[in-house]
């Protein structure tokens, strides 16, 4: 039977994948949002998916060459698998042409084959013309072309007015040679011959684009002006080989190609001596002769070297254009000769691509041998993933499918690593696949740890390391070789001070922790020079101390008049010290340490059980004096409104207590005094809030184009902040969006995340754009956040690193960084401090450069060996204590009534998660339904809530429906929300942390 020539579409096989996977919430809810678009009668017709999709159609919101409409509503409901679908399908159509419809005026083609690949193009492609240069401007499509571009045109794109030198009826000559030797077709002479050195007019620029797959032997210009023979005459070429300097170009004037940089590789205009540079171009590199630099993000090359002989070591195929700068490339030294190392250099100087440029040399070298390249980045939260491969891909074409990305809901990585060569993923997954045996750590050649300076402890990237410290120590007492294990890559830009004040003492231990014995970063002074053009400090960096409020405030007062009535109706396990300050976080860390106390003793002690209540209450109103001193009373006051009468999903009572009651009629006979004080409130009541609206309304009327972000503590501030400055800044001049972390009642998702990111970067040229991001410290450290040139820490101070992380986020030239605290406030005192630090750190670099490396080497060992020591003994305690315990004499209880759940023998690990398979668990709790959230194992189904006494209501976390194996079902128990009663003990205590339980939990495999 014949071969069917019928093939379906990449826009049907979109369709028929969507249509199929949603769900009947899905649907339901896409035609809630449809609503507006779509009349009530025919949306009431729509019964499924198909026809849904037919409306949509209709009505041109689904389009074959836009699908941004779909992606959108996916992204709203949170089904991230559909919105990867739609993104590849985006991906399939911007790379090949045949998916697009034909552009009449294109004048180059939209897909740039690499060599070796078997499609042929029988029609000659259209020489550039200068005339063309308007249009590229609009469509920035690579000419994929070897030229010679006139060093009088315009930056970044050639300028239609400018004549291209050498040229014929606007053509530019072509350095690609095809046919027979001597036989150039499509060039033009330049003085003597097209093959003639540069001049002080022109750059030389070699690209990858083979235009013909024709079995006649093909020939190409080298870096010596010679012609280099293909080696198999179907347009795979041998790698020229690269003079050894370029010193007799470094006067010449050199243009940035029409298309290429990231918004990381951009330059400033004011950087150092011309030099000679070399970039990637395809599986060639590109040499170009850099000259003066004029303004910044005018498309000037930057003034990057990269010696040429790692250049010609590499023979993997990109499309894109990458190099390193000089800097960069001194960083990349050490790791690129195979030795584990610290990469430090400060946020924003492209530590990521010199890492990518890193995996892109050792992978080639390992190639080479015949061998296959194994590799993953690995990242602290989800929402890095997608970045940093992004950052990869510069590198790294998409279609080359070398670097792939676990995601919550992708498979394991197992399955990743077979199609992909480098996989982005979080420490928590790699730790888990290692764990559950689906890889090991000598399956990888090469392991990258961004933000690597939490490397400690219990961290998961130590968790990492213990597991390669293990593999390493074993093979050492075998007396086999240890060179199966990966090179080891660290990232940071700020290795802190640890505890001590002993900073060279914590880089030894950062460095013990990660087998690491050199820390990569910028030494030398030219360089130094062009990373601080590169990457310049901000132009002002200032604590604005501005007055507190007063002490004698009647809402403040009234609050703490609450408080203090509240203390007097119980009794507390520890007294209270009077250096904690009512509104202070001393005092927040008070009442949590006596709940916590009183939670214990609640079981024999049933009086305590009104004090566990009353630290509750004391903590809200504690709280809201602290968001009063931050921002305005009604922001305060609505806090205490949910936290207190709504319960804020802390417990779901049927029935409350009767110190409850109390507590609340007490906040209730004084809300319309506090109600009638913050109705009364002047604007400018609070001076910080005064200086915010200040400094916003300032920087963005002298630079409308400016990007800002306030940083705050809590996620109740973030949103409160947020509303203060849309009802108070001139929206024409600000445009305002929140950013929050994972988890608690006001958490963002990773796709709310990545689209509150994405109109960050828009700014105010579009309509879904905002300029101004407030965020918690989830935007202090990892995430890219360019051109911003306003950061405003608003009353938030973290340690050191943080201090330093988040003035790197104010990355654009001429930045303005402030610190805004009460004049006297223990913030202020503790960013002196951080300072302090800062400069420790400086010093302490400098000191670890100055040792001999053979010491540094053996204080480090000797670091290690102690760490390593106290690791085992920790291991052998847990054995200990565990082995003492079955699990069948211990009680789980719950944290708020005491009740009986299990027993200790019936909790068990399952993937990342300690659940309860008790048969009987289920009739001691009810099931919450909540949206469902798919993960790669596992689906979030509802939250399970003790139902043991009518005044309970303790949510002990989510259910789990199980993906892969026999047990469907799981029902997690939240280390805070349960106590541990052991045997021959009369008093529960509380779960810090369940590894160091003291019975043997068994861990279940996903699988099974």
Known sequence: MAESKIRLKPYAKLRIRVCKELQTADFDFIKLALQDEIPAGELEEISNPQKLWNAMKKRNLIEPNDVGFLKEIMEHIDRLDLVKVIEEYEEDRARNPELQAPDKDARYPEQV?????????????????????????????????????????????????????????????????QGTTGSQPGTRNIGASPL?????NTSLTFSNHVESKETFPKQRVGFDGKVVNSSDGVGNFERPQLPASLDSLSSQTARKPVYGDSEDLEEDSSCGASTAQAVFIGSEPVVEAAGEMTERNEGIIRQASVPLEHLVQDGVPTKKKFSLRKYQ???????????????????????????????????????KNGQKFKAVFIVCIRNLIQQQKDAFQTIFPPQDKIVGAISQTSDNLKTCLLNNDIVMLTAQILVNDIKEGDVKITDFDLMIMDECHHTDLDHPYNMIMRLYMTEKKNREQRGESTECLPQIIG???????????????????????????????????????????????????????????????????????????SEKEVSFPMELSKKFDKGSQGYENWVIENRNEAERQALHTPEMRNTVITCRFLRDLNSALMLYDDLRGKDALEFLTKKILENDDRSIHSESPEVETKLKGRFMSQYRRLQSHCEAE????????????????????????????????????????????????????????????????????????????????????????????????????????????????????????????????ARAKESECYLIVP???????????????????????KDFDKLDPEEVRRNIKEKQNELWGRHLQA?????????????????????????????????????????????????????????????????????????????????????????QGSRRKGYTLSKDKIMLLYPGKEEPVQVKKWPSVCFNIVEESVSD
Request: charged share 25%; aromatic share 4%; with cysteine.
């Open 823 to 845: 004049d006297g406030s223990i913030n202020a005192d503790r960013e002196y401090k951080n300072m302090s630090k800062e400069h420790a750190m400086l010093e302490a670099l």
């Open 113 to 177: 084959e690499s060599p070796g690949e078997e499609t042929a193009k029988k029609e000659a492609l259209p020489l550039h013309t200068a005339s063309s240069d308007s249009q590229l401007q609009k469509s920035a499509k690579p000419s994929n072309r070897y030229h010679l571009l006139h060093s009088e045109s315009s930056p970044g794109l050639s300028n239609a007015n400018q004549p291209v030198i050498g040229s014929t009826g606007g053509q530019s000559p072509l350095l690609d040679v």
């Open 491 to 565: 990232l940071s830009a700020s290795l802190g001070t640890g505890k001590g004040n002993n900073p060279l003492q914590h880089y030894y231990r950062v460095c013990a922790n990660l087998d690491c014995f050199t820390i990569s970063h910028v030494r030398n002074p030219v360089n130094e020079k062009e990373l601080l053009c590169i990457n310049p400090k901000p132009k002002t960096d200032q604590i604005k101390l501005v007055q507190p409020r007063s002490s004698d405030n009647p809402f403040i007062l009234m609050v703490k008049q609450m408080m203090e009535a």
């Open 196 to 200: 003639s050195p540069l001049n002080g």
């Open 682 to 809: 002047s604007p400018t009541s609070n001076k910080m809030l005064e200086e915010l609206y200040r400094l916003l309304t300032e920087q963005f009327e002298k630079n409308p184009e400016s990007r800002g972000i306030v940083l705050i503590r809590t996620r109740e501030g973030c949103s409160a902040l947020e509303r203060c400055i849309q009802e108070n800044v001139d929206q024409r001049l600000v445009r305002v969006g929140r950013m929050t972390g994972q988890s608690g009642d006001t958490s963002m998702t990773d796709v709310q995340q990545q689209k509150v990111i994405k109109a960050f970067k828009k700014g105010l040229a579009e309509p879904d754009g905002i300029n101004l991001l407030v965020a918690t410290d989830v935007a202090q450290e990892g995430l890219d956040i360019p051109k911003c040139n306003l950061m405003i820490r608003y009353n938030f101070v973290s340690n050191e690193i943080g201090s330093v992380q988040s003035k790197g986020r």
């Open 875 to 963: 291991q052998a305690q847990s054995s200990a204590r565990q082995s003492e315990l079955e699990g069948s004499g211990v009680k789980v209880l719950c944290k708020e009534c005491k009740a009986f759940l299990c027993r200790g023998n019936f909790i068990i690990k399952k993937g990342g998660h300690y659940i309860c398979v008790d048969l009987d668990f289920p009739k001691k709790i009810r099931e919450e339904k909540i949206r469902r959230r798919d993960f790669r194992t596992d689906a979030q189904v509802g939250v399970s809530i003790c139902r043991q006494t009518v005044t309970c209501g303790q949510s002990f976390g989510p259910v789990l429906e199980y993906k």
């Open 329 to 367: 490339r001194e960083l990349a030294n050490e790791a690129i000769e195979g030795t584990n190392t610290i990469i430090c250099a400060p946020t924003g100087s492209g530590k990521t691509l010199t890492a990518a440029y890193i995996s892109r040399i050792r992978r080639s070298q390992v190639l």
